[in-house]
């Protein structure tokens, strides 16, 4: 799933901090009915509601959550999910899936009663996950290295080229740990370095060029097609080329395999 930004702290209860997990976030967050919508980011989350765990699969599309519960979940890094759910990410993508629909019922019940045993659960769920990376499988030094590539900025072939595979290679690799392919990855990483720039107070003309954008109508094209929605309604503010979006004055941003914005 993807990163949030929620309503305002007293009202979600959120809180956010670097998980055992490499590289990783652990994200934990009260009752918050009707608020927010979650955001493709690039992520996936294992997360912990109602006494079950959870996965989040990646998003290329916008996605209300139910909020009416607590939830804590960590928050993997794109493509740092797979080695850990040994579940091929195309087949999450879009869902929230319980994990024991993924793996056998006994294990996914031993893992959520250790949870709930625990005096505090979102340190057990953040044990866990740990424990669950050192049994996952290796990690692929190239995803680190795709995932930068276009972070960067830089082009599908010039990618594929550095870490030494093939477009169509490139291609089916990109669909089994992050979801979906490298072009839909790189339109997700832009659009949230967007973001980023604009809840930091950049003008939204100069986000836009920033991130990669031809110009500000490209952006809100891509806003419309990932968020569903205009960039005014997800962070509201002055909107004009000279002057900085209001942002900055936005509640701190959390996480939820998704970015999302409180409405």
């Known amino acids: 799933m993807s990163t949030t930004l929620p309503g305002p702290p007293e009202r ?18 009260g009752p918050s009915p009707g608020g927010g919508t979650v955001l493709p980011d690039g992520c996936m989350d294992l997360m912990w509601s109602g006494g079950r765990l959870w996965v989040a699969g990646p998003d290329t599309r ?9 939830h804590a979940g960590v928050r993997f890094a794109p493509g740092a999910a797979h080695p850990v759910l ?23 019940r031993a893992l959520a009663d250790r949870i709930a ?3 505090d659960p979102v340190a057990a769920l953040d044990a866990v996950a740990l424990g669950l990376r050192a049994a996952g499988t290796p990690d ?3 995803v680190a290295r795709i995932v930068a590539g276009l972070r960067a900025g830089r082009s599908v072939g010039a990618v594929a080229d550095e870490v030494g595979l093939g477009a169509r290679a490139l291609h089916r690799r990109s669909l ?26 950049t003008a939204r003309t100069d986000a836009a060029l920033a991130a990669g954008y031809a110009d500000q109508a490209h952006l809100a094209r891509e806003t419309r097609a990932l968020a569903g929605t205009t960039l005014g309604r997800l962070l509201p503010g002055p909107a004009s080329d000279g002057q900085a ?19």
């Open 140 to 142: 692929d030094p190239r």
């Open 176 to 201: 089994e740990v992050f979801g979906y392919g490298p072009k839909t990855l790189a339109r997700v990483l832009r659009f949230q370095r967007a973001l980023a720039l604009v809840r930091a107070g």
């Open 62 to 70: 916008p996605h209300r959550p139910d909020r009416s519960a607590p």
């Open 86 to 108: 040994g579940v091929p990410a195309r087949a999450l993508r879009d869902q929230r899936v319980e994990l024991a629909d993924l793996w056998p019922a006994r294990t996914v």
């Open 12 to 29: 979600t209860g959120y809180a956010e901090r670097p998980a055992r997990v490499p590289g990783a976030a652990l994200w934990s967050s």
């Open 245 to 263: 979006s209001g942002a900055n004055r936005s509640t701190p941003l959390p996480s939820g395999s998704a970015t999302s914005a409180y409405r």
């Open 117 to 119: 045993a625990a005096p």
